[in-house]
């Protein structure tokens, strides 16, 4: 399956879009002028145990990684994803979900 990772800014996430533009998932955020925090993630029904959970995190960072603010995470699923990954996301900042 074809994914396409895409800021959805109006709605304030990043959705991966299947190739007919069916949002398969997506990580929602806040983003301020100096940072963006992700805050939760979640893989629509029919889309789940295809890999469409990592592939929405890894292009949520790739799209993320070459802004100048800082990147601030509070979903549990992205912080394990990073913590599989040791060294790849350190430039992300782990923070606590209630904060």
Not at 4 to 32: K, L
Not at 45 to 50: H, I, N, S, T, V
Not at 73 to 88: K, T, V
């Amino acid at each position: 399956m074809e994914l396409t990772v895409v800021d959805d800014r109006e709605r304030s996430q990043f959705e991966a879009r299947t190739e007919d533009g069916q949002v398969a998932g997506y990580v929602e955020y806040r983003r301020h002028e100096d940072r963006v925090t992700l805050v939760h993630t979640e893989v629509n029904e029919g889309f789940q145990g295809k890999g469409v959970g990592s592939r929405l995190a890894r292009g949520t960072f790739a799209i993320l990684q070459p802004e100048t603010i800082r990147v601030r995470n509070a979903c549990p699923f992205l912080q394990r994803f990073i913590d599989r990954h040791p060294g790849e996301y350190d430039w992300v900042e782990a923070v606590d979900p209630q904060d």
